[in-house]
């Protein structure tokens, strides 16, 4: 069973949607403000969020950001705005879909659906003697546990779903910090260094598998 955080200030809204969402079979947890939905994710695994933008003290697209700085669980936008370029906001600021309200119960489901197929992929993933596990955020090289810090973690994770894909650094900071974050080339060009220099510390041949390409960005070999 999937298990979905929903994030809205509205208490119906939030019990209309578990309404919706659990007769179809899905799992609903509640949250009604920003602050805890953004502390449930650090300490709970969840396969999808609904996120409502119009809320008090932090806004969904700043929760939207604050969460994509250290997880990627898929994200759909709910809110009354319909402009196109609200909605180009919210897919550049880390937004996998976005819907509007008020909307049908039978769209909704299906985005939902098309969103969790679309994206549910192999948690392991490994390269040579380094394994990656995404439910888990744990990184081993060989038997050994490694740590590196979110955003470490985050970028590794955004080459090894992508290999022999050029990232540039304007793209590295759209999909990792967020499309408005003030993040410039020298910060990505320093978590890219010491990531390979704790991989490298670590037994890992990094230098052989995350490339620069010169004038262009990073690639990882696949």
Request: glycine letters at 4%.
């Amino acid at each position: 069973m999937k298990n979905i955080l929903l994030i809205d200030d509205e208490p119906r809204m939030l019990d209309l949607l578990q309404l919706y969402l659990e007769g179809d079979s899905y799992h609903c947890e509640k949250a009604n403000d920003g602050v805890k939905a953004i502390e449930r994710l650090r300490h709970e695994k969840f396969d999808l969020v609904l996120l409502d933008v119009m809320m008090p003290v932090m806004d969904g697209w700043e929760v939207c950001k604050k969460i994509r700085e250290f997880d990627n669980t898929p994200i759909i936008m709910l809110t009354a705005l319909n402009q196109n370029n609200d909605m180009i906001f919210g897919l550049k600021n880390g937004a996998d879909d976005y819907i509007t309200k008020p909307f049908d119960e039978h769209v909704l489901m299906a985005r939902i659906e098309a969103l969790v197929r679309r994206t549910e992929k192999v948690d392991i993933i490994k390269s040579n003697n380094l394994t990656l596990d995404q439910r888990t955020h744990q990184l081993r090289i060989d038997r050994a546990e490694l740590e590196i810090t979110p955003i470490e973690f985050n970028i590794l994770t955004l080459f090894l779903n992508n290999k022999n894909d050029i990232f540039s650094r304007n793209h590295l900071i759209e999909r990792i910090w967020g499309y408005n974050a003030e993040v410039d080339d020298r910060t990505v060009d320093s978590h890219i260094r010491n990531l390979r220099e704790k991989l490298r510390n670590n037994g890992f041949a990094v230098d052989s598998m995350l490339i620069t390409v010169y004038g262009v960005g990073y690639k990882w070999l696949g």
